[in-house]
C-alpha cells in the first residue's frame, strides 16, 4: 500500500472512530440523565406519592448504588473511547508530517557531498528535477578543521 493510501485510510478510520464515540457518547449521557430521572422519580415516590419504599422493584438505595455502578462503568468506557481516539488522531498526525521540506510547493531532496559532514562552510545550490522535485546540493566549502583548528590548538597548550 502507498503512503497516500495508508494515509487516507488512517484518516478514514479516524473519522469513522470519531462518528461511532460521539454516538456512544450522547447514548451514554442519555443513559446517565434517564437513570439520574429514574432515582428522582424513586425518591419522590417515597417521599411525596406515599408509595412503599420497594414500589419500583429496589429500594431507593438500591437504585442509587446502580446508578452510580452504571455512570462509573460509563465514565471508564469513555476514558478508554477518548485514549483509543487520541491514539488514533496522533498517528494520522504523524503521518501528515512532511518527510522532506518543500519550496513553492515542490519537494525538496537534500543531498551533502561529502555524505555525512557536519560543521564547516557549505555552499547550497538548487536544481530543479521536474515540476514537482528540487534537488538541494549541499557542498562543503571550508571544512571545519579549517575553521576551528586555531581555538583546539590554544586549548591544547593551556
Same mark, same amino acid.
Given at each position: ?8 485510510? #488512517?484518516?478514514? &478510520?479516524? &473519522? ?11 447514548? &451514554? ?11 428522582? #422519580? ?39 473511547? %477518548? ?14 508530517? +512532511? ?13 551533502? %557531498? +561529502? ?27 571550508? +571544512? ?15
Amino acid at each position: 500500500m502507498s503512503e497516500v493510501q495508508n494515509n487516507f485510510e #488512517m484518516r478514514r &478510520f479516524e &473519522f469513522k472512530l470519531q462518528k461511532r464515540y460521539t454516538i456512544l457518547s450522547i447514548l &451514554f449521557l442519555l443513559l446517565g440523565i434517564i437513570l439520574f430521572l429514574w432515582v428522582v #422519580m424513586v425518591y419522590s415516590g417515597i417521599l411525596f406519592w406515599d408509595y412503599d419504599h420497594n414500589w419500583a422493584v429496589l429500594n431507593l438505595e438500591e437504585w442509587v448504588i446502580v446508578a452510580s455502578i452504571m455512570i462509573a462503568i460509563f465514565i471508564i468506557i469513555q476514558l478508554i473511547l %477518548y485514549k483509543r481516539f487520541s491514539v488514533a488522531q496522533y498517528k494520522t498526525k504523524a503521518a501528515d508530517k +512532511p518527510d522532506h521540506d518543500f519550496i513553492d510547493d515542490k519537494r525538496v531532496i537534500n543531498y551533502t %557531498y +561529502p555524505k555525512g559532514m557536519e560543521g564547516g562552510i557549505f555552499s547550497k545550490t538548487y536544481l530543479n528535477i521536474d515540476e514537482k522535485t528540487i534537488l538541494r546540493l549541499r557542498t562543503l566549502m571550508i +571544512p571545519p578543521e579549517d575553521l576551528w583548528g586555531e581555538k583546539k590548538s590554544k586549548n591544547k597548550s593551556k
